[in-house]
C-alpha cells in the first residue's frame, strides 16, 4: 500500500473514532483538529510522509497540516522545495513493499537492494526508493543456474553495458559487488 493510501486510512480511522466532527474538515475548528491529533498521536509519527510525491501531500497531508507538529510539516514543504537540503524531522525508511519480480528472479537482491544500488551509481545524497528508481535491473546471469565459470559470464554479458556484478558469500548475509558502465568486451582481454 502506498503512503498516501495508509495516511487517507488513518485519517478515515481517526475521523471514525471522532464521530463529532464535521464531515467536511473546510468547516473544522481549531477544537475539531485537536481531537483528531489527539486521536492519532501514537499513529502520525509512523507515517513516511517524505515518501510520498508533492501531489499526494497538497492533496492528502495539507488539509489536515494541522494535526502535524509545526516543524515537521515545515520541513515536509522545505523537502518538496528544496529537495537536497536537510531538515531536523526524522525520515523514516520506505517501507520495504517489494515488487515480486526481481526476489523471484534473484536469490541475493530484492528491490530495495536495487534501489540502494542504483542511487550509488548515481552518487546521490538521497537514496532512491522502490517507488523512484530511474532502473530496470535485469537478471543476466544466476550462477546456480548458469555456472560459476568465466565462460557463462562472457557468454552472457560480454558486450553488455552498464552492468552491476553482484553476489553473496556463501554462509554469509554478506553482499559484494560492482558496476561497470562502459561494459565488459571479452575481445580486448
Known amino acids: 500500500m502506498e503512503e498516501a493510501k495508509i495516511w487517507n486510512n488513518v485519517i478515515k480511522w481517526g475521523i471514525a473514532q471522532n464521530p463529532g466532527l464535521p ?5 473544522w475548528t481549531n477544537e ?3 481531537a483528531l491529533k489527539a486521536t492519532l498521536q501514537n499513529f502520525l509519527p509512523h507515517i513516511r510522509y517524505f515518501q510520498m510525491s508533492s501531489d499526494e501531500v497538497i492533496d492528502n497531508v495539507q488539509p489536515y497540516q494541522q494535526i502535524l507538529e509545526k516543524n515537521l510539516w515545515n ?6 522545495m528544496s529537495p537536497n537540503r536537510q531538515v531536523s524531522s526524522t525520515i523514516l525508511p520506505p517501507r520495504n513493499f517489494l515488487k515480486p519480480t526481481l526476489p523471484t528472479r534473484s536469490a541475493v537482491i ?4 536495487a534501489a540502494e544500488i542504483a542511487s550509488w551509481i548515481d552518487k546521490k545524497e ?9 532502473y530496470e535491473f535485469k537478471l543476466l546471469l544466476r550462477g546456480t ?7 557463462s559470464f562472457w557468454k552472457l554479458c560480454d ?3 552498464h552492468l552491476v556484478v553482484v553476489m553473496k558469500v556463501k554462509g554469509t548475509d554478506e553482499i559484494l559487488g560492482g558496476y561497470n558502465p562502459v561494459g565488459w568486451d571479452k575481445s580486448v582481454i
Open 23 to 27: 464531515s467536511d474538515s473546510k468547516n
Open 32 to 34: 475539531n483538529f485537536l
Open 75 to 80: 520541513d515536509i514543504t522545505r523537502k518538496f
Open 110 to 113: 530484492n528491490e530495495a537492494h
Open 126 to 134: 538521497n537514496r532512491y526508493f522502490l517507488k523512484n528508481n530511474p
Open 145 to 151: 543456474s548458469d555456472g560459476f565459470t568465466a565462460d
Open 159 to 161: 558486450k553488455q553495458t
